[in-house]
C-alpha cells in the first residue's frame, strides 16, 4: 500500500470529506495554507515533504466538501412553513409512485401573500396525485409553476433516527415542497437546460419503450431495470424478491454491467474489424454514452474510469494496478462531486470492488483446490470458471454485508446461489438488450420485436429470484451496525486482506502446535474479559429515561437498571392526517432497532388519543410485548380498538390500571399510579385527557412524574388528595399547553427539570404562560421541538439530561444543580 501513493493521497481526501463537515471553513482555509507553505519549504530545502503533502489533500476535502454543502443550501429555507407559489426547472428524471410524483426543482422564485421572492437552491418536490383528474406530465427541463409549502428538512432528532436535512444536501437539494397536481401549471421549456442531457433522457426514454413494447409489463420492466438501473416501474414484490436473494445488485447499473457491456463492444468491434487504438476509442466513446444516459451515478463513473484505465493499459503494454486503479476512480469521482462519498451506491461500489480484487485471487485457489480434490471428475476449466464464480460472488458479500446490515437492517442468505444461477445468463441479457434497444432507435420494429429474445431469460431470472427469495430462511432480519463496528469490521478486513496469506501460514503453523490446554486457558481469559465489562443484560446500575421527539405527541422510552425495556406512549399524527402509525415506523421502530431492542416487557398507553397510541401499531408488529397497559377508558375511536384488537390477536395480554396501583420494576424502582381515580372523570372539558395516567417512577432518591394529558380537573384532583407530588424530572402535562392552576402544581411537584413533548402545532403549545411558570421557579426547560430527544441516565442518586439537536445538559448531585447551558 506504501507503494500506492494515490490510494493513500485518495483516503486522504476522503477522509477529509467527512472532516468537512465539522470544521469552520476559516479552519480549514489556515490548515491548507499552512500545509503548503511548510510544503514549499521542504521542497526548497530538498528534504521529503510526504505528511505535508497529505494534510494538503486531507485539506482540500474538507474544502471541497464545505463549499459543495453550501452550494446547496441556498437561500430558500427561509421560507420554511410558508404556503405559495413556487416557479422552477425540473431538474430531473420524475419517480411516479402510487399516490404521487417526486422530482427535483430549480427554484427560481417564490410567489407568497403578493410578493414575489428571488430564491435559490434546488428543492424536492413532491405532488400528490389528485383522484380521478387528469395525471400530468412532468419531464426535465420543464419549466413549471406549482402551489404548495415549503419545508426546512429535518435532521436527525433521535438515536438511530434518519437524517433527511444531510440526506438532501448530499443530494444537492435544500428543502422540501409538498402540493398537489392539480395545483400544477406547465411553463413550457426551460431555456437554462443542458441540451445533451434532455438529448439523452430522450433516447433513454425511446429505448426504454421500444424494449418495453411487446414483452409482458414485469419482464418489460425488469429488463429496462437491469439495462438502465431504472427501479421506478419496478413491482414492490419483484423489489423485495430480488432484495431477499441477494441479487438486488442486478438493478443498479454498475462495474458488472459496465464489464459486460464493454465485452459486448469489444466482441462487435473485432466483427467489425477494429483494433488498436480504434477499437479503444469505439469503447471509450459508447461506454461513456451508455453511463450518461444512465446518469453518471457512482458506481458507474468508477466503472468506466477503470475500464479506460485497463484498456489503456492493454494498448500501452503497461502494467495494471488494479487498487491504484480504484483510487484513481474514486478520486476522480469525489472531485466532480464530494458529496457522493455519503451515498449508498458509492460506498456499496467501492467496497464490493475493493473485496473483489483482494479476495477473489486467494479464495480461487482454495476453492479450486476444494473442488480437484472432491471433485476430480469435472474439467479443469470448468473448475476454475465455477470457483472464479464462486470466488466473486463470495468476496462481494465480504464487502457489503455490513452495509447492508446497516442501511437495510436485513442480510440474505442466499446470494451465493442466486448469484450463481443469475449471473451467468447476464451477459446475453445485457447483449440482447441492448442490441435491441439501439436497433429500435433506428427501427423501432425491430427492436421491439427482437427484445422478444430476451423474454426466456427474463422469465428464468424471474423465477429464480421469486423461488430463492421466498424462502423463509432467504433473509435474516439484522439490528443495524453502529460506525465503530462498521470501522472495526473494515479494519479488520483491509488487515487480512494485506496480509491474507501470512495470516493463513500463521493460523497453520498454530493448529500444528497448540494444545487443548492452550484453548482452555485462552477460555478462561475470555470469561474474564466477560466477567470484567459484563454481559448483556447485567445490571447496569443505571436508569434510562428517552423522551423521544414524535412531533406534537408522546413517547417515553424506559429502560430498567435490570434490563426490562418499558414504553410509555408511541406518538401518533392525528386521524384526519391519515397514517396514524407514521411515527412509529420512521420513528419507534427505527430507535428500538439502534438500542438493539429485542422485547419489550410492558407497553403503556396513558390515554386513547391517537398522537400516544397511533404509533404502536408498527412496534406491536415488529417487537414481541410482555403486557400491554392501559386506563379504563374506551372510547368509540375505531383506531383504538383496532389496536386492543392487533394486540389480542398477537396474545399481548392488556392490564388495566387506575389509582393506587403500583408495580415494582426492579431493585429499588417502582413505579405509582396517582390518577385516575376508579370512577373515571366525566362531564369535564375533556375526560379523554383528564383520564390520563398519571405515573411516578421512583429510582432510590431520583423520581420522574409522567403526567400524559391532563388538564384543569385532574390537576385539581391530584392536589385535592394531597398526593406526593415532589419528583426531579416532569413531563409537562397536554404538551405545554395553558392550565390555570399549574403554578400550584408545579409548587407541589418542584421538579429541577421539565420535559415538554411537542411538535408543530396550532393549538399553541406550549402556552406563554407555561414557559413563564416554570422559568419563575427556576425550572430547566427541555423541548423536544426545540431539542430533539431528551435523554436522561440516573444511577438513582446522580443524573444527567441531554439533547439530540444541541449541547443543552443538566447534571443533577445530590441538592445542587449545575445548568451546563441556559434555556
Not at 436527525?156 to 444537492?172: M, V
Not at 389480542?648 to 429499588?668: H, Y
Not at 417512577?697 to 385539581?716: M, Q
Not at 421539565?754 to 408543530?760: D, K
Request: glycine content about 8%; some cysteine; hydrophobic content about 50%.
Amino acid at each position: 500500500m506504501i507503494n500506492r501513493p494515490l490510494v493513500i493521497l485518495t483516503l486522504c481526501f476522503a477522509a477529509g470529506i467527512v472532516l468537512g463537515q465539522y470544521f469552520s471553513l476559516p479552519v480549514i482555509i489556515t490548515v491548507l495554507c499552512i500545509s503548503f507553505i511548510l510544503s514549499l519549504v521542504q521542497i526548497l530545502r530538498g528534504k521529503q515533504f510526504v505528511i505535508f503533502l497529505l494534510l494538503i489533500f486531507l485539506t482540500a476535502g474538507a474544502l471541497s466538501c464545505h463549499f459543495s454543502l453550501e452550494r446547496s443550501r441556498g437561500n430558500i429555507r427561509v421560507f420554511s412553513g410558508e404556503r405559495g407559489t413556487m416557479v422552477g426547472t425540473v431538474a430531473g428524471e420524475p419517480v411516479w409512485r402510487e399516490n404521487d410524483v417526486v422530482f427535483p426543482l430549480q427554484s427560481e422564485k417564490f410567489l407568497v401573500q403578493g410578493e414575489e421572492h428571488n430564491v435559490r437552491g434546488q428543492t424536492r418536490v413532491v405532488l400528490r396525485l389528485q383522484e380521478g383528474g387528469e395525471i400530468p406530465v412532468f419531464f426535465y427541463g420543464q419549466y413549471v409553476s406549482l402551489r404548495g409549502t415549503i419545508y426546512e428538512p429535518a435532521s436527525r432528532r433521535n438515536p438511530g433516527g434518519f437524517d433527511y436535512r444531510f440526506f438532501l444536501e448530499t443530494q444537492g437539494m435544500v428543502a422540501a415542497f409538498y402540493g398537489s397536481t392539480k395545483d400544477a401549471e406547465s411553463l413550457g421549456l426551460s431555456v437554462d437546460i443542458s441540451r445533451l442531457r434532455l438529448g439523452a433522457l430522450q433516447v433513454k426514454e425511446k429505448m426504454s419503450g421500444v424494449l418495453r413494447s411487446y414483452l409482458p409489463e414485469r419482464a418489460g420492466n425488469l429488463l429496462v431495470g437491469m439495462l438502465f438501473g431504472e427501479r421506478r416501474a419496478l413491482d414492490p414484490d419483484t423489489e423485495r424478491l430480488f432484495r431477499s436473494s441477494g441479487v438486488s445488485h442486478l438493478l443498479a447499473v454498475s462495474g458488472l454491467h459496465v464489464g459486460l457491456i464493454a465485452a459486448f463492444l469489444f466482441f462487435a468491434g473485432n466483427r467489425m474489424g477494429l483494433k488498436g487504438w480504434q477499437a479503444f476509442l469505439l469503447m471509450a466513446l459508447f461506454l461513456f454514452a451508455y453511463i450518461y444516459i444512465c446518469g453518471l451515478k457512482p458506481a458507474m463513473l468508477r466503472a468506466f474510469i477503470m475500464a479506460i484505465m485497463g484498456m489503456g493499459a492493454v494498448y500501452l503494454g503497461r502494467g495494471k494496478d488494479l487498487p491504484t486503479a480504484v483510487a484513481f476512480a474514486a478520486l476522480v469521482t469525489l472531485v466532480y462531486n464530494p458529496l457522493l462519498l455519503f451515498s449508498v451506491g458509492f460506498q456499496f461500489s467501492y467496497a464490493a470492488t475493493l473485496s473483489i480484487i483482494f479476495f477473489t485471487p486467494l479464495l480461487t485457489d482454495k476453492i479450486s483446490t476444494f473442488f480437484s480434490k472432491s471433485a476430480a471428475f469435472i474439467p479443469s476449466s470448468l473448475v476454475f470458471n465455477i470457483s472464479s464464480l464462486i470466488a466473486v460472488t463470495l468476496s462481494a458479500q465480504l464487502g457489503v454485508i455490513p452495509l447492508t446490515a446497516f442501511y437495510f437492517k436485513e442480510i440474505s442468505l442466499v446470494a451465493l446461489f442466486s448469484n450463481m444461477l443469475i449471473l451467468p445468463v447476464m451477459a446475453l441479457v445485457l447483449g440482447i438488450g441492448l442490441t435491441s434497444a439501439l436497433l429500435g432507435l433506428v427501427f423501432p420494429m425491430v427492436g421491439s420485436l427482437s427484445s422478444l429474445a430476451n423474454y426466456p431469460l427474463l422469465a428464468y431470472i424471474l423465477l429464480v429470484a421469486g423461488k430463492i427469495g421466498s424462502l423463509p430462511f432467504a433473509y435474516l432480519e439484522v439490528f443495524p451496525p453502529r460506525i465503530l463496528e462498521l470501522v472495526f469490521y473494515y479494519s479488520f478486513l483491509l488487515f487480512f486482506a494485506l496480509g491474507g496469506m501470512f495470516l493463513l501460514s500463521l493460523l497453520s503453523y498454530f493448529k500444528q502446535r497448540v494444545r487443548p490446554f492452550h484453548f482452555i486457558a485462552l477460555l478462561l481469559i475470555f470469561s474474564l474479559f466477560i466477567t470484567l465489562w459484563g454481559l448483556p443484560g447485567k445490571d447496569s446500575g443505571y436508569l434510562e429515561v428517552v423522551f423521544l421527539d414524535v412531533g406534537q405527541g408522546d413517547a417515553v422510552f424506559i429502560r430498567t437498571p435490570q434490563g426490562r425495556c418499558i414504553l410509555l406512549d408511541g406518538g401518533g399524527n392525528p386521524a384526519f392526517k391519515g397514517d396514524i402509525d407514521a411515527p412509529g415506523r420512521f420513528i419507534l421502530v427505527p430507535f428500538l432497532e439502534h438500542r438493539r431492542i429485542k422485547k419489550l416487557d410492558m407497553v403503556i398507553i396513558s390515554h386513547p388519543h391517537e398522537d400516544h397510541y397511533g404509533g404502536l401499531f408498527s412496534v406491536l408488529e415488529k417487537f414481541p410485548v410482555g403486557v400491554l397497559v392501559t386506563n379504563g377508558d374506551l372510547p368509540e375511536t375505531s383506531s383504538y380498538l383496532e389496536l386492543l384488537k392487533f394486540a389480542e390477536k398477537k396474545d399481548i395480554s392488556r392490564e388495566i390500571i387506575r389509582e393506587g396501583d403500583n408495580f415494582v420494576l426492579g431493585q429499588s424502582l417502582k413505579a405509582e399510579v396517582l390518577s385516575p381515580p376508579a370512577q373515571l372523570f366525566r362531564g369535564s372539558n375533556s375526560d379523554t385527557n383528564n383520564n390520563s395516567l398519571v405515573l411516578q417512577l421512583s429510582y432510590k432518591e431520583v423520581s420522574f412524574l409522567f403526567t400524559g394529558d391532563i388538564e384543569v380537573r385532574a390537576v385539581e384532583y391530584l392536589l385535592k388528595e394531597k398526593k406526593t407530588l415532589a419528583s426531579n424530572v416532569l413531563k409537562v402535562p397536554h404538551h405545554g399547553g395553558y392550565l390555570s392552576n399549574l403554578p400550584e402544581f408545579l409548587d407541589q411537584v418542584s421538579p429541577n427539570a421539565a420535559v415538554i413533548t411537542v411538535g408543530s402545532n396550532s393549538f399553541g403549545h406550549p402556552h406563554p404562560a407555561t414557559l413563564s411558570a416554570l422559568q419563575e421557579r427556576n425550572v430547566q426547560i427541555y423541548r423536544t421541538d426545540l431539542h430533539g430527544a431528551v435523554m436522561l441516565k440516573t444511577d438513582g442518586f446522580t443524573w444527567e439530561m441531554r439533547t439530540m439537536l444541541s449541547p443543552l445538559s443538566f447534571v443533577e448531585t445530590g441538592q445542587k444543580a449545575s445548568r451546563a447551558a441556559g434555556f
